[in-house]
């Protein structure tokens, strides 16, 4: 069974590519700096939310975020209650 990806308007891919590079500018930064954890718990949150990880045609926010920046479950978990 082959599933059909959301339709996502060109305002949405905008907004996950900059979430992309927010992430990947905050990521390495997150240890010592609450704030970078902060946003990037509200970023991570965005996407699940929105399902913006289909984008990138993964199904399950925490896949996607291990997948793409080795972000496990239990961080994952983490950054969502941030």
């Known amino acids: 069974m082959t599933s059909t990806l959301p ?5 949405d891919r905008d907004r996950f590519t900059f979430i ?3 992430i990947d500018r905050l990521l390495p930064e997150s240890l010592p700096l609450s704030e970078a954890v ?3 718990g509200l970023l991570f949150t965005e996407v699940r ?10 199904q399950v ?3 996607w975020m291990d997948k793409i920046y080795q972000v496990g479950p ?3 978990t983490k950054y969502f209650k941030a």
């Open 7 to 11: 339709a996502f308007s060109a305002a």
């Open 20 to 22: 992309k590079s927010e």
């Open 38 to 40: 902060h946003a990037l």
């Open 49 to 58: 939310d929105r399902g913006y990880q289909q984008i990138d045609k993964e």
């Open 61 to 63: 926010c925490e896949q």
């Open 74 to 76: 239990h961080q994952a």
